[in-house]
């Protein structure tokens, strides 16, 4: 027996499906690598596919294959053994490509950093258009990346960027961002 979803919800899983279908002509399809990591952040992925989370339901699959991708999920520290592999998938993808850096390590190499093994975070050997910090980075901190990335993707067909008004941030973050310190 199915939950009830409120009507809430329902309409912006519709509205997120036609965005996705209007970008891609398809489903968004992921591909993801793991580039070095514990499988921390792979344990968290493989939760994205449950009945609780069901990403499937907002038109977001996982492919085995880079040549039917729209998006690289990479996960881990860029080992050396990777990077050859990792650029090799990042070419097969066709147009429009995203790429996001799930977790600590991929985003800045984490607690490995570089070394005679690893080249630190991913950023070094392909494009990112998304991080996602964590270790690991929990589903509903996954999900909300995966939809800044489509949002990317967007801007992407737009031409354009989306900037952040200060005057819409907190009152405390404005005057930060401002340069303004309040005591």
Known sequence: MKAPVDPAT?????????????????????RHV??????????????????????QRLGIFF?????????????????RAM???LRQTYAA???????????ACACSGGVF???????????????????IPGCPPSPLTLIHGLLLAIGRAEQRLRGRT???RNDLL??????????KEKY
Not at 63 to 79: I, S, Y
């Open 10 to 30: 329902e309409a912006a899983v519709e509205r997120l499906h036609a965005r996705v279908q209007r970008l891609f002509g398809h489903s968004l399809h992921i």
């Open 34 to 55: 793991d580039a070095g990591s514990c499988n921390a952040c792979e344990s968290e992925i493989k939760l994205l596919n449950n009945p609780y989370y069901d990403i």
């Open 63 to 79: 492919t085995p294959t880079p040549r039917h991708a729209d998006l690289l999920l990479v996960t881990g520290t860029m080992t």
């Open 83 to 85: 990077e050859d592999p």
């Open 93 to 103: 993808m066709p147009d429009p490509r995203l790429v996001v850096a799930a977790g």
């Open 113 to 131: 950093g570089e070394s005679a093994y690893s080249l630190g975070g991913v950023g070094d050997v392909v494009p990112i258009d998304v991080f």
């Open 162 to 164: 989306i900037l952040v």
């Open 170 to 179: 907190k009152p405390s973050l404005a005057q930060h961002s401002a340069g």
